[in-house]
């Protein structure tokens, strides 16, 4: 049996893929689905998200997006629920002069990786997005991302995992012992193997170099759709995504706060999302606040994540910082043994003094 400690996206993914497979698995978290996987907007946008160190975290991220549409019908399929899985592509748009230079010397760098990429004039851009300021003066459109919305894949790998009866235990692990797991309440569940999947939280349950980084997001809703596409955007430098959700939701995030564990939602945060998000759309602000919520992003020193074999009896599903909902499928793959050279950028023993 695998001991999943880790009840977000990437645990219950693993957990869900493991139990599809035959293998007998266990969940143990306090609070399934409620921490980053929660609070995150769920954009699969390799592309569009790309910067300049981190070539294999774009690697990663491709192979990953290329297993969505078959892991989000087979998740629809196996818990008879929606993830609202979305495949119309980013719109990364520039609000000044400064923010179109550095998006134009972006866009160059992506047509030197190979990137399918589109450059567009303002106009165009307010073509395709007809919400959009009258102020933004161009952008790129990254065609082949994706979204989706992690709490309904949250919600449908919870129903598909009590459809297959495995069972999710709601209590604290604090202790990782070889193939065992001990509990807050002192109880010991043993098992084959250990895959730690905790997040921001698995540094403080073996000694990792991972750490929580602050995001605060806010959710909008509106009568009638707002975007057709996920735009992205920096306004004076500060960079503002909108997601659209099928039911006329608008996600707006989100902050990075080097902050530790603190996850309160303050209003200086919540400030600037608004104010940032305003200068590319508008009408943002005439939307009803429907949710604001504060979540820690697990990352490591390189943002790569550590999936694989750390010792004997214990494997590592973590430190996915932004990308847990776009890894997710992937990561599974890999604690599976597939596609061994994208493995190997996961590796955690490129942090060897670790264990």
Known sequence: MDLIVGGGVVGLS?????????QDVTVIDPAPASGASHAAAGMLAPVSEVAYTEEPLLRLGLAALERWPAFAAELEADSGLSVDYRAHGTLDVAFGADDLAALEELAAF????????????????????????????????????????????TAALLAALETMRVPVVPRR??????????????????????????????????????RPVKGQIMRLRSPHPLLGRCVRGMVHGSPVYLVPRGDGEVVVGATQEELGFDTRVTAGGLYELLRDARELVPGITELELGDV?????????????????????????????????????LTTALLQGEEPELAALCSPQRFSTAF
Do not use: F, Y
């Open 14 to 22: 693993i957990a869900w893929r493991l139990a599809r497979a035959g």
């Open 110 to 153: 992506m047509d030197k990786l190979g990137l399918p990429v589109e450059q567009l004039t303002g106009r165009e851009c307010r073509r395709l997005e007809p919400m959009l300021s009258p102020s933004v003066r161009g952008g790129v459109l990254a065609g082949g991302d994706a979204w989706v919305d992690p709490r309904r894949v």
């Open 173 to 210: 692990a604090t202790d990782l012992l070889d193939g065992a797991v001990r509990l807050a309440d002192g109880e010991i569940l043993t098992g084959e193997r250990v895959v730690l999947a905790a997040g921001a939280w698995s540094g403080e349950l073996a000694d990792l170099p991972v």
């Open 293 to 329: 919520v504060a979540g820690l992003r697990p990352c490591t020193p390189d943002n790569l994540p550590l999936v694989g074999a750390a010792r004997q009896g214990l494997a590592l599903a973590t430190g996915h910082h932004r990308g847990g909902v776009l890894l997710a499928p």
